[in-house]
């Protein structure tokens, strides 16, 4: 089950609302390639060692889109096998996002002069 997390922003007032974690859909890595673009979904098939189950951990997590100046959650898939990670695009333009940590502060990326505020607002699937 995920979480639905709210950040706000003192400063400019802005908030995001982002669906993090994983949903019960997300339990196989067929389903889970399904969220990334085509170009990545062939690099996860060529990675994937197809003689038995692949081992995978999946989550959407916070990343910074510099671009959009924006938060957003995007799908991150790790591949235990071959040790290698998938990090979709910024779900709004496109581009490449910087991740965050879980517990780390996040300076509001609209306004860069307060940090973002976090409250758990709720679950999804
Ligand atoms: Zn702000
Ligand atoms: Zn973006």
């Not at 997390?5 to 339990?27: A, D, F, N, V, Y």
């Not at 197809?50 to 938060?71: G, I």
């Not at 957003?72 to 990090?87: D, F, W």
Request: with cysteine; glycine share 8%; aromatic share 6%.
């Amino acid at each position: 089950m995920g979480v639905i997390r709210r950040l706000t922003c003192p400063s400019c007032q802005k908030e995001w609302q982002l669906r993090l974690g994983h949903g019960m859909r997300h339990g196989v890595l067929g389903r889970v390639m399904e969220v990334f673009s085509e170009d990545i979904q062939r690099e996860i098939a060529a990675d994937v060692n197809t003689e038995q189950l692949s081992l995978f951990h999946f989550n959407y997590r916070t990343a910074l889109c510099r671009k959009c100046r924006s938060v957003e959650a995007v799908p991150v898939l790790h591949l235990m096998e071959s040790g290698r990670s998938y990090i979709g695009a910024c779900p709004v333009c496109g581009g490449e996002v910087e991740l965050l940590d879980e517990d780390s502060r996040i300076v509001c990326p609209a306004c860069e002069r307060d940090e973002l505020n976090e409250q758990e607002t709720g679950h999804w699937d």
